[in-house]
């Protein structure tokens, strides 16, 4: 025999007491403030949204560039992420053009549309006041440079479909709708369709569905009957672009991709994973330590704070799934961290809203402002720290700051130059691993390897890699050649003992039919040489992008 669902606390039906009520903002403040938080982030995205592009948007952006000419994902452009990210790139583009001030004006929309969800999801669990809290917090967090934050990773596209999938998650369990239940697995499955971490924002909402039926129910026919509605409406998106890729011919790359050599990929010592961890949190937190601070006082309040403690399991489940998301690969990158800023934000809401409901039902009622003082001290404090990036350097200084020794900035004028210089259907070829020098050059890659770390580190596929994209360079010849001498868009090819006879069989490639037209050298200062005095330039750095055009005439080898 059921219990009745209304005879369980209910986050919509929750009763709040009148000292509760006086830190309780109505519905229009609380919402007018969000707006005024939501347009300031946005005003600070929209001053910075002619950054370059960098090298994980620019495969987003390449391949999201073939998508709009009627190219599938794989075809072209090798790797190991799942096709939602193409998909979501080339919509924007669609929309806002196919320019970096198009793709981020596409996040600053992600991004305003997260933090909306942020105040809905902390408001229907903890509360009004928490959901303000929270849907500033996440604003602010998402908005830095330690993130990477005004770059369009595929983590800010994970976060916006999962937080949709909880919304209604939370909602369903108290209506058990069968349309609710199945919409939130439609959205969770997107959010893994964006990135492989998104499972684990899946696996949330499956735990929550299930144990809030199971609280409500002595069968657990009720919980299954959720949980596979709920699992059927995850899978679709993925059954549904498998079937896509299939009729497109190009599953089996796919599968390969991001499946197989994925799990290679995820291959990292436990020495190198804990260093990567360490060193990049600390960068994540440091510009909103204090935010941080509060949120792990909400941490604390899920035990001491009565209400708060009602949702412990699932705010736990939630904290455990959002840390073990940014844990694949074990390469703990600053823009992994997005997907824990969620949690963060919530935590931090709940801090303030359980702070101050506590002082509210004491005698001095008056200090139950304070919480939302400090909070917003520490808000303040954040926004200055960061004040330069925000307000005052140029895209380009924000952007150099944040990547100082890679060669984003060249390979725009790099592609510029092939793109001048060759037709709109020219195939070209970049040796290195900066694919967006195909997308500013609107043109198609001859080789689907953009990226050339695959082909230099230790795993079991190399041999077979190796060969594959010297077979396609020979039979789609291409025009150009970008040959990118960076230790960035390599790693160290130095101990790379595997890759010694196919970085040999490159180099002999390159110099018996290409000769070079075009040298960026990148340090200290950039300088650019074209033409016939690029054949001869000596570089001064160690770090430089080459040029090269197929050759018509005998010349010296491209790179002696």
Sequence with gaps: MSTSSSQLPSVHTRVVPPARQLVQPPRRVALGILLLVIVLFGLIRYRLRDMPLERDEGEYAYSGQLLLQGIPPYKLAYNMKLPGIYVAYAAIMAVFGETPAGTHLGLLLVNAASVVLMYLLTSLVFGRLAGLIAGCSYALLSTSTSVMGFEAHATNFVVLPALAGIVLVVVAADSHRISLISLSGICSGLAFLMKQHGIFFVLFCLLYLC??????????????????????????????????????????????????????????????????????????????????????????????????????????????????????????????????????????????????????????????????????????????????????????SVFQATYPDDTFLAAKAVADYVRQHSSPSARIAVIGSEPEIYFYAHRRSATGYIYMYSLIGHQKYLASMQEQMLRELHENQPEYLVYVDVWNSWGDRSHAREATAFLQSLNDFMNSQYERVGVADLDPATQYIWGDAARTYVPKSPSSIYVLKRRIAEHPGVLS
């Design 211 to 396: 144990w809030r039926a199971a609280r409500q129910f002595r069968s657990p026919l009720p919980a299954m009957r959720d949980g596979t509605i709920f699992a059927a409406g995850a899978i679709l998106p993925y059954a549904v672009t498998c079937l896509l890729l299939y009729r497109a011919g190009v599953f089996h790359t796919f599968w390969f991709w991001t499946v197989s050599y994925a799990g290679e990929y995820s291959k990292i010592g436990l020495r190198r994973a804990i260093h990567a961890f360490l060193e990049n949190s600390a960068r994540v937190v440091m510009p909103a330590v204090l935010v941080w601070i509060v949120a792990v006082v909400g941490f604390s309040a899920l035990w001491w704070d009565r209400d708060a403690s009602r949702h412990r399991f699932c705010a736990l489940a939630l904290f455990l799934l959002s840390l073990l998301s940014i844990c694949p690969g074990a390469y703990f990158r600053p823009h992994y961290f997005v997907l824990v800023l969620p949690v963060v934000a919530l935590l931090a809401g709940l801090a303030v809203s359980s702070t101050t409901k506590r002082l509210a039902e004491n005698p001095g009622r008056r200090f139950a402002v304070v919480p939302i003082l400090l909070f917003m001290l520490a808000l303040g404090y954040s926004i200055a720290t960061q004040r330069r990036d925000y307000f005052s350097l140029a895209p380009e």
